[in-house]
Each structure stands twice: as C-alpha cells, then as structure tokens.
C-alpha cells in the first residue's frame, strides 16, 4: 500500500501561513487513533523529517510535518521571525488544526534541532496540550549547552559576530542544510548557547526554569560527531532539565557500538540513521502508546 501524501496550508494568529504535510498509509487515515507531529530546525525544511515519517507512516502512524514559515513548501515571508515566533504560532496553529479536524486520540511529537526547542517553548506557553502527548523524541536538540569551555565560547561568539554582519547564514556554503537563515532568527539561539540561559525575547518567561513542569517522556537522541550545534553534552544538559527520571538519553557513535560517529543532519536523515535510529524512536512510540481496541 502506497503512501499518501497531502499538504494543507494553515494560517497563523500573527497572520502568517505555512505548510503541514499529511503521510499515512492510505487504509489508515481513518482508522488509526494516533498521529505523531514532527518538525525540523533551522535551516531545514520537511525533506530532513520525510524519511523517518515515511518510516513511522509505514508502522500505522498517521504522521504530521510542519514546514516553518519561509521553509520548505510554506509561503514565503519578508517578515522577521525566530523561534519563538514559530513555538507561539505555527506549533499552535497545527496543533489546533489536527486535533480539530482528525479523529485522533493522542499525539506523539518527534523533532530535530531548534524544531525540539519550539516544542518546550510552545508547551510552555500552552499546557493544555500536555495531557494529550503521549511522548517526546528529540533528535538532537539542545538551547544553552553548546559552550563547555572557553574555546567553545570564542568559536561561537565569533561565529555571531560573523552571522551579524552578513545578516544571515548562507546555509549551503556551510553545509548546514537548504534554508538560509537571518541573523534575526539565528539571534536568540547564540545568546541562549553564550549565557547558558533560555530567556523569552517576547515574553518575561524563563523557559529554562519551567522546562520541569513538561512531564511527557521525553526520548533524546545525540551525536557523537555533532561538535558545533547540538554537542552531546548540550543535549544532555537539555534533557536533565526536564527534571524527569523517566526521560532517556541516548548518545550514537562508534564509542556506543554504532555505525558513525553521527553529525547533526546524519542522526536524522541518513541510511545508517534508518538502520539503527529511526527503530529506537519506533520502539519509543510505541512503549508510550495507548492501546486501542
């Protein structure tokens, strides 16, 4: 049975549009009771997250990829945004539309990079929707933990600075993903990694201090060979701050018995990561579904 395929352009509250992708097997669109929601990071669009929702889709899940406002298949957009702005308004847009319009019981959320920060931000800022995730993947996913010593400072210290004068990342040059990103959007993320903090630009909220308050299981996933964005180190951080004994960290790399020492893009979008990731995240699903009759 083929998969199915089928884009909506949804409005933002901020008057914003973007796209969620719908992939199902096509017997299952009606049928199955759980959805998992899935999202990239910065610099990315939905190809880093169709592999693995294809994947997931083909194990009976009805799968939902949300594409950021100017990524991807959603419209394009000369209006500054970060990630704050995608947590605040296109996480609650595709929540609210898939849980209006799918007869779904529970979600699931799978992220990669700053897609896993939009996540803790919107649930954040919108509890309601905690009772409702059943669990968490993020594929490496950290905010405040890129700086372990002083080199690490000066790497990405310099590295804003550079990104500030040429106003944005030219993401093909370093080889970081499809999308550019601005200075604007990139901002926060430097500041949060510099000061070891994750402080709202928009609100007076301290994400850091509520993260505990976020009781899903969360699974997160590190590479070893992932050094500037998402070091190991970060990401545990990250999930330590979460404050939840049932929460699992998972590091993949030749030192742990695994086929690479994965990069960012790698952990998620490779045919190694198909072969010994994309299973783990299976098992995870469904160890935390509910059991449907």
Not at 99 to 115: D, E, I, K, Q, R
Not at 179 to 186: G, P, Q
Not at 225 to 251: H, M, S, T, W
Request: aromatic content about 16%; some cysteine; hydrophobic content about 40%.
């Amino acid at each position: 049975m083929s998969i199915h395929k089928e884009l909506h352009i949804l409005k933002t509250d901020d008057h914003g549009e973007f796209a969620l992708w719908e992939i199902a097997k096509r017997e299952n669109t009606l049928i199955k009771k759980e959805a998992i929601f899935l999202s990239h990071g910065a610099f990315s669009d939905k190809t880093v997250c169709m592999g693995i929702a294809d994947y997931l889709a083909n194990h009976g899940y009805i799968c939902f990829i949300l594409e950021w406002r100017g990524h991807g298949t959603s419209p394009k957009t000369d209006i500054p945004f970060n990630f704050e702005t995608v947590a605040l308004y296109e996480y609650k847009s595709a929540f609210r539309y898939i849980y209006h319009n799918f007869n779904m019981a529970s979600l699931h959320c799978v992220t990669h990079s700053g897609g896993g920060l939009c996540l803790t931000m919107f649930l954040i800022n919108y509890p309601e929707y905690l009772k409702k995730i059943q669990s968490i993947t993020f594929i490496a996913c950290q905010a405040f933990g890129a700086v372990n010593n002083s080199f690490d400072f000066i790497k990405l210290f310099s590295a804003k600075l550079v990104v500030k004068g040429l106003g944005q990342i030219p993401a093909n040059k370093f080889k970081l993903g499809r999308v550019n990103e601005s200075y604007y959007t990139m901002r926060p993320w430097f500041n949060w990694n510099l000061k070891q903090n994750f402080i709202s630009e928009f609100k007076n909220i301290d994400y850091k201090k509520h993260m505990s308050s976020i009781r899903v299981p969360i699974y997160s996933i590190s590479g070893t060979g992932d050094k500037f964005i998402a070091p190991v180190k970060g990401c545990y951080k990250y999930l330590k701050a979460f404050e939840n004994q049932d929460n699992v960290f998972r590091e993949f790399g030749y030192s742990n018995n695994n086929l690479e020492n994965y990069s960012h893009s790698r952990i998620v979008l490779s045919k190694n990561a198909a072969k010994e990731v994309w299973p783990t995240i299976l098992q995870w699903i469904d160890k935390n579904s509910k059991k449907f009759l």
